[in-house]
Every structure is written in C-alpha cells, then in structure tokens.
C-alpha cells in the first residue's frame, strides 16, 4: 500500500522548505555586549543590575534588530540575512537590493542564496555559544563531518530546537540516499 505523508515531497520532485530561522542580534558585536551587560545578575528581586542595562539598551537592541531585517545593498554582507533548512540542504540566504539591467529602479530580491551545505556533507552539528549570546538564547551551529568544519551558522535563534531538526533531516536524507543506491535497477 502506498501512502501519501503530509508535508513530504520526494528529493527528486522539489527541493522543499522543512524550517526557517533568523539570526538573532547577537551576531553583531554590540549585540553580544549588550547581552553580556543584561546578564549581570547583582542586586535585589527585579532591581537587578542587567534588568536597568536592558531597561536602557531597549533603543540600541531595536536599532540592532531593524538592521539586522534590512536588506543588504550590493551584497554586503553585513546584515538581511536568514536560514533555510530544507529536504536537501542548509543555506544562507540574503535579502539584497540590486541595481541591475536596463532599469534605473533598484531591484529587491528576498532570499538570495549566500552559501549552502548539503545534508549528507556532515555527520555532527555543535553550538558554540560567544559571550554574550547566552542571554539571547542564541548560539553558532557548526556542522562537521569527521571533526572538521564544514559549515557554520552565526547566532542562531534558539539553536537547540533549529540544530534537531537539521539532524533529522541528515538523517532520513542519508538514509533514503543509502536506501536508494541498495535498491536494484530494474529495466
């Protein structure tokens, strides 16, 4: 009996979007100071030291947040950017402004690919946490494959959740491919 699962297409038919995350605002280093002055736990009940830090960044932390939504102009890599995880691979992607062709008009594009890795290109995902990336509750993925860097995604939101998923991913990925190539070939 054949049964279709919701939510599954074949790898040969259509790359498909399993999850998307954004980098949190950790990734820039005022970010990570921030956060490591937020997390300073010295005082009373609510009065504590880090609470009045964050009390007083919240200007800082939105002008960090709205241009880490912004897009890039000409491929800086500055900011714009988010993941991607798909039924094949993890990838970086940019929000870019262009100015390209016969128009003098800008050009947006959402979601210019920056770099990607394919699911059976590692076999460990690791998160580093910087300074400052504890309070966000962010960290950087690091994919490896034989204990070497392979890939590496910068100050991602919640990275145990997103780092899951991308296993088992790796997983049935590997395994649909390993079951594939035992398959005989039937003319």
């Not at 259509?14 to 980098?23: G, K, L, N």
């Not at 128009?103 to 210019?112: E, M, N, T």
């Not at 590496?152 to 296993?167: G, K, N």
């Amino acid at each position: 009996m054949k049964q279709a699962i919701a939510g599954v297409s074949p790898n040969e038919i259509s790359e498909v979007t399993v999850m998307e995350v954004w980098p949190s605002i950790a990734m820039f280093r005022l970010g990570r100071l921030m956060g490591r002055l937020f997390a300073i736990q010295a005082g009373i009940y609510i009065f504590r030291v880090g609470n009045l830090f964050a009390l007083a960044g919240i200007p800082f932390a939105l002008a960090l947040y709205f241009f880490r939504l912004a897009p890039s102009f000409f491929g800086a890599p500055l900011h714009g950017g988010f993941y991607r995880l798909t039924n094949r691979r993890v990838i970086v992607l940019r929000n870019e402004i262009k100015f390209s062709g016969p128009s003098i008009l800008p050009q947006f594009i959402f979601g210019a690919e920056v770099k990607s890795v394919e699911l059976d290109r590692f076999d460990s995902i690791e998160i580093e946490r910087l300074p400052g990336q504890l309070w966000y509750d962010a960290g950087d993925l690091v994919f490896r494959r034989a204990g070497v860097e392979t890939f590496r995604l910068e100050a991602v939101s919640r990275p145990d959740s997103f780092r899951h998923t991308c296993l088992k991913s790796h997983v049935s990925f590997v395994g649909v491919k390993q079951a594939l190539a035992r398959q005989p070939v039937h003319a």
